[in-house]
């Protein structure tokens, strides 16, 4: 009983986490021109997209890990190459803690298809991104 008490309690604290405004509103200006095209083939609404990014809660369903996949290809962080040009996304969210960036990098021998590997990605720098 006492270990369920601290259990939901460590889930509280962790779902109070939040990725800061500033980093929020730039991803989602990046974001924007292809919210549209991604978010209609995949099922994705603006709504949920920006409350993902806020709670940092990514839903690990194919329909968001695809989602996911279409906006950072059409972003170029992810190339034609099945490449993360990590400097895309330096450029276009500058509030990304570099080393944040460079960390959340799969490996590129691991064959994932893009959607997971996408998905790995983005929730890697949610969790990175967030604060209490
Ligand atoms: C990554 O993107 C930058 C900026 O758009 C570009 O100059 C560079 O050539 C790209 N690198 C790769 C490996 O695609």
Same mark, same amino acid.
């Given at each position: 009983?006492?270990?369920?008490g601290?259990?939901? !309690?460590?889930?509280? %604290?962790?779902?109070?986490?939040?990725?800061?405004?500033?980093?929020?509103?730039?991803?989602? @200006?990046?974001?924007k021109?292809?919210?549209?095209?991604?978010?209609?083939?995949?099922?994705?609404?603006?709504? !949920?997209?920006?409350?993902? *990014?806020?709670?940092?809660?990514p +839903?690990?369903?194919?329909?968001?890990?695809?989602?996911?996949?279409?906006?950072?290809?059409?972003?170029?962080?992810?190339?034609h @190459?099945? %490449?993360?040009?990590?400097?895309?996304?330096?450029?276009?969210? +500058?509030?990304? +803690?570099?080393? !944040?960036?460079?960390?959340?990098? +799969?490996?590129?021998?691991?064959?994932?298809d #893009?959607?997971?590997?996408?998905?790995? @990605? #983005?929730?890697? *720098? *949610?969790?990175?991104?967030?604060?209490d």
């Amino acid at each position: 009983m006492k270990r369920f008490g601290l259990v939901l !309690l460590l889930m509280c %604290i962790v779902g109070s986490k939040k990725v800061p405004q500033r980093i929020v509103d730039s991803w989602i @200006n990046m974001v924007k021109p292809f919210q549209e095209v991604c978010g209609k083939t995949y099922g994705i609404s603006s709504e !949920l997209a920006r409350d993902v *990014l806020i709670n940092a809660n990514p +839903p690990n369903e194919r329909s968001y890990q695809c989602y996911s996949s279409c906006i950072i290809r059409e972003v170029g962080y992810l190339t034609h @190459n099945r %490449i993360f040009n990590i400097t895309v996304l330096m450029e276009k969210v +500058p509030f990304i +803690p570099q080393e !944040l960036i460079r960390r959340c990098v +799969p490996d590129a021998a691991s064959d994932d298809d #893009l959607c997971e590997k996408s998905y790995k @990605n #983005l929730n890697c *720098l *949610l969790q990175g991104m967030a604060e209490d």
